[in-house]
């Protein structure tokens, strides 16, 4: 599970494995974040001590996740994400029961990249105006006038209608006439009273 979480980032589960698995996941992202500027550095570019540092950091965190592209993606991408936050790497929303068994469901997820939630707005050059807004009835009224006038639709004859929905109705009461009713000359068999089977 640990695993999972580091790589789609949420997943969700019930409270208490939530909890636990918290527990683990921010262990493992320390190790992480421990290099510090080590992983802003290309792999050709360390030396050989952080090399060493790194790889021994990448054996304590496969200690809790078994799996090869989660560490990786953990010292890759995770980790330079959350060098300047001290713990705290996870977050744990509760969902309410889950239906069935009513047992407390929570959805725990990575706290985004604080950077990527601020989006710059796109700057205006200068000397363009910014493009006016056309308020809505002028809108409305040119919109109206581009569309081509359509024919007035033809009024449908109710009297044909309503055949139509009576005749499932009558149909549906036949059938189940049909099913019950006993065929003419046909004998009802009933199946021996007591045991199955019949031998003794």
Known sequence: MVAALLTYERIRTTDVKAKEVRRLAERAI???????TVLTKKAEKRTDEEKARVVHAMRMALRAIRDREAVLKLFEEIGPRFLTRHGGYTRIVK?????????????????????????????????????????????????????????????????????????????????????????????????????????E
């Open 95 to 199: 969902l309410g029961p889950r239906p069935g068994d009513a047992a407390p469901m929570a959805l725990l997820e990575l706290i985004p990249d604080e950077g990527a939630a601020e989006k710059p707005e796109p700057k205006q050059e200068k000397g363009k105006a910014a493009p006016k807004k056309e308020p809505a009835e002028k809108g409305k009224a040119k919109e109206e006038a581009r569309r081509p006038k359509k024919a007035a639709p033809k009024a449908a004859a109710p009297k044909a209608a309503a055949p139509r929905a009576a005749a499932p109705k009558a149909r549906v009461k036949k059938e189940s006439a049909a099913r019950t009713a006993k065929p003419s000359g046909a004998t009802v068999r009933r199946a021996p009273r007591g045991r199955k089977g019949g031998g």
């Open 30 to 36: 320390t190790w992480a974040r421990r290099l510090g």
